[in-house]
C-alpha cells in the first residue's frame, strides 16, 4: 500500500526521498526492518496473551531430555510469523502483482489449515489435532490452486530467445555487450522449469509424457499439476517434521527463505538471469520483498523460539513456512532445486519415512519390529544419543547454510 502513496507523491507532490519506493532493495530492506519489529516487540505482546490464555503446548512423554521443563510453554507462536509476513507484504509489495496475490494466498491458506489443528490440540484437548486426511486435502487444495495459475494466468511468462526477427510489440530486441551479438526474444507461457547439471539449466515438463509417446496440452499440465501437488505437500510436511527441537526449523527456514530471495532477483535481473543462463521471469522481482519480510519473521520469531524457546510456532507457524517455501520455489520455476535446497527437511522425512518402513516390515518378518534409529525424526535420535539440543540445532543450521550455498552453486554447474 505504501508503494502506490510514494509513487502518488513521487508524480504529484515531488517530495525528496519518496522515489525510494520504486527501488525493490529498499522495499525489501524495509520489509525485514518492519518484520522484525512486528515479531520482536508485538511477539512479546502475544507471547503474554497467550500465557495469560493458558494456550500451552502439551509435551508427549519421548524420554528425552529437558522434555519437561518444556511441558505448558505457549504455542500458535506461528500467529507472529504470520503477521510478520502479511503486514510489510501488505505495505511495501504491489499488490497487483500476481505472483505476490499468490504468496499471500498460499501464506493465509496454510496458516488457517495450521492454526485449526493447533486450535483442535489445545483448547479441544485433542492430541491428535486435525485429522490427517483434511490436512492433506488442504496442502492438494493448494497445489491445485498454485498449478492452475501457474499454468493458465496470462501474466505468468518467461522471457525466451526467438526466431522471428519480424518487427512485432511482443518481440524485443538484444545486443550482447560482449559479442556485439543480436538475438531476439519474447514474453511466452512456458511449462519449463530451472533444473540443476543439465543443458542449459532448464527442463519441460512436457518431456515427461513424450518419454512415453504422448503429448498435448492438457497431458502436460496433469503432469505439472502432479509434480506441483506432490512438492507442496512433501515440504509442507517436511518442515513440520522438522519443527521438533527450539530454533530447528525457525533458523533453517530463514537460510532457505534468504536462498530463495537471491535465486528471485536474478531470475527477475535480465543481466544476471542471462550471465547464469536461467530464464527471466518478467514482474517477478517483487517476490524479493515477499522473501525478505519471511527471512524478517522467521529470523525475527528466533527471538523468543531459540533455546529454551518461550515459544512453540505449532502447525499454525510450520504449516505455513513449508508452503511457503514450496509454492515461492514454484512460482521462481527453480522447484526442482528443492531437494537441494531443502535437504534439512528431506533428510528429516526420509528418517520417518525409512524407521516406520522398516519396523513395520521386520514386524511382518520376523514377529517384532525393529528400529534404525533410537528414534526418529533425526534430531530426536542425536538427542537420545545425549546431544544437547542446541548443540543439533546448530549444526543442522550449518547444514542447511552449506546446502544453501550449494543450491546457488548449481546456477553454474552444467
Given at each position: ?10 508524480e504529484h ?10 527501488y525493490?532493495?529498499?522495499r ?7 518484520s522484525?519489529?512486528i515479531?520482536?516487540v508485538y511477539?512479546?505482546?502475544?507471547i ?6 493458558q494456550?500451552?503446548?502439551t ?29 510489510p507484504t501488505?505495505?511495501?509489495?504491489k ?36 485429522a490427517?486426511?483434511?490436512?492433506i ?12 495459475t501457474m499454468?493458465?494466468?496470462p ?23 560482449e ?14 522449469t ?16 513424450s ?11 496433469i ?10 505437500t ?12 527450539d ?8 537460510t ?17 538471469s542471462?550471465?547464469?543462463n ?21 529470523t ?13 510456532m ?9 508452503g ?12 526442482l532445486l ?22 513395520k516390515?521386520?514386524?511382518?518378518k ?8 533410537q ?28 546446502l ?6 548449481t546456477?553454474?554447474?552444467?
Open positions: 500500500m505504501l508503494y502506490y502513496l510514494f509513487t502518488w507523491i513521487e507532490m515531488h517530495i525528496p526521498g519518496s522515489g525510494l519506493f520504486q525493490i532493495t529498499f525489501t530492506a524495509m520489509a525485514v526492518i518492519v522484525l519489529i515479531t520482536t511477539g512479546g505482546r502475544l503474554r496473551i497467550l500465557r495469560a490464555k494456550v500451552g503446548e509435551i508427549r512423554d519421548l524420554g528425552l531430555a529437558g522434555e519437561k521443563d518444556k511441558q505448558g510453554t505457549p504455542t500458535m507462536g506461528g500467529l507472529i510469523i504470520l503477521a510478520g509476513i502479511l503486514v501488505l505495505l511495501f509489495a499488490l497487483d502483482n500476481i505472483y505476490i496475490i499468490l504468496m499471500l494466498i498460499t501464506t493465509v491458506w496454510m496458516g488457517i489449515i495450521g492454526f485449526v489443528d493447533d486450535y483442535i490440540k489445545v483448547f479441544r484437548k485433542n492430541k491428535e489435532g486435525l490427517g486426511r483434511f490436512k486435502v488442504g496442502q492438494v487444495g493448494l497445489g491445485i490452486i498454485i498449478a492452475c499454468f493458465f494466468h501474466d505468468i511468462v518467461v522471457r525466451e530467445k526467438v526466431v522471428n526477427t519480424k518487427p512485432n510489440a511482443d518481440v524485443q530486441k538484444h545486443v550482447q555487450e559479442t556485439g551479438r543480436t538475438y531476439y526474444t519474447e514474453d511466452v507461457k512456458s511449462s519449463k530451472n533444473i540443476p547439471f543439465y543443458k542449459n539449466n532448464e527442463f519441460d515438463y512436457a518431456k515427461v509424457i518419454v512415453f509417446g504422448a503429448n498435448g496440452y492438457t497431458l502436460t499440465f503432469v505439472f499439476l502432479v509434480f506441483i501437488v506432490f512438492i507442496v512433501a515440504v509442507s510436511n517436511g518442515a513440520n517434521i522438522t519443527d521438533g527441537i530454533g530447528l526449523a525457525t533458523g533453517t527456514s530463514a532457505i527463505g534468504g536462498t530463495l530471495a537471491i535465486l528471485a532477483y536474478v531470475s527477475s535481473n535480465v543481466i544476471f542471462d550471465y547464469l536461467i530464464m527471466y521471469i518478467p514482474n517477478s522481482g517483487e517476490l524479493v520483498i515477499f522473501a525478505g519480510a519471511f527471512v524478517g519473521a522467521c525475527g520469531f528466533l527471538w523468543y523460539n531459540s533455546y529454551p524457546a518461550q515459544v512453540f505449532g502447525d499454525t507457524g510450520s504449516l505455513a513456512i513449508g511457503i517455501i514450496a509454492a515461492f520455489a514454484v512460482v521462481i520455476r527453480k522447484e528443492i531437494p537441494i535446497l531443502c535437504g534439512v527437511f528431506l533428510i528429516e522425512s526420509l528418517s520417518v519415512i525409512m524407521q516406520v518402513s522398516y519396523f516390515y521386520t514386524k511382518k520376523y514377529g517384532a519390529g525393529r528400529r534404525i534409529f528414534m526418529s525424526p533425526l534430531h530426536h535420535h542425536y538427542q537420545k544419543k545425549g546431544y544437547h539440543e542446541a548443540k543439533i540445532v546448530t549444526r543442522f543450521w550449518i547444514l542447511g547454510i552449506i544453501a550455498i550449494l543450491t546457488i552453486v546456477l553454474k554447474v552444467r
